[in-house]
């Protein structure tokens, strides 16, 4: 089974500034996907980012990209010249041969 | 076409209704799933399906029924919910069926139900 844990339930940052949400997680499995996953106000999930365990390099999506960190379990997300639009809930996730574990999420605000 | 639709949108029913939310997707994938959320809480598994068949069941009350009755459609009933069920329901569907899951989940905009 995984654990996912997401420390802090609330973030703000200035537009145009860069942010990083923070992830730890807990796995026995071998062969493993990590995602960050933003759903705002209109709720509709989507997917930002994702990291496959056995790949070094980390992950990277325009503005988006993560800092994998695999001894330590640890899966940041750090957005770049940040955009009003980004303003969500942020949810860590896990999966390898069970379904997606979420963490319970960062709340992300903008400051314009 | 790279979405999962969701109808309706919003709905409202008493504790005596039976109504049914349908789940719509047309990218192929062989697994399609049922998430429960509540306000300012990540998703909650309810249900699997992976080719077509119930593969988990996160021990839902069975007054929530599943039923899949194609590789691109996944319908839950509601019968004689309580005012706690009501929540933002999710479908989501992903590539593979069974073994791995690690591919992603693409979501769907979700029905907000409201049990009164």
């Known amino acids: 089974a995984q654990t996912v844990t997401q420390s802090q339930p609330e973030m703000s940052v200035q537009e145009a500034e860069t942010v990083t949400l923070s992830c730890t997680y807990d796995?026995?499995?071998?062969?493993?996907?990590l995602f960050w996953y933003k759903q705002p106000p209109s709720r509709q999930m989507i997917l930002v980012i994702r990291?496959?365990?056995?790949?070094?390099q980390n992950a990277t999506e325009n503005r988006f990209s993560v800092n994998f960190q695999k001894a330590a379990k640890s899966f940041s997300l750090k957005i770049s010249d940040s955009q009003l639009g980004d303003a969500a809930m942020y949810f860590c996730a896990c999966s390898g041969n069970t379904p997606l574990v979420f963490g319970k999420g960062t709340r992300l605000s903008v400051i314009a | 076409d790279t979405e999962v639709t969701q109808t309706p949108k919003h709905l409202v029913m008493g504790m005596t209704n039976k109504k049914s939310l349908k789940c719509e997707q047309h990218m192929g994938h062989r697994a399609m799933y049922w998430y429960k959320q509540k306000a300012k809480k990540p998703p909650e598994l309810m249900f699997v399906?992976?080719?077509?068949?119930?593969?988990i069941n996160e021990s839902v009350p069975s007054r929530f029924s599943p039923e899949c009755p194609n590789s691109s459609l996944l319908n839950l009933h509601l019968h004689a919910l309580q005012p706690e069920d009501s929540a933002l329901y999710l479908c989501?569907?992903?590539?593979?069926?069974?073994?791995?899951?690690?591919?992603?989940?693409?979501f769907g905009p979700g029905t907000r139900l409201t049990v009164l």
């Open positions: 989501a569907s992903s590539i593979r069926g069974t073994g791995a899951f690690y591919n992603e989940q693409f």
């Open positions: 399906y992976s080719y077509e068949k119930l593969s």
């Open positions: 990291q496959e365990a056995y790949k070094q």
């Open positions: 796995t026995s499995e071998s062969d493993y996907y």
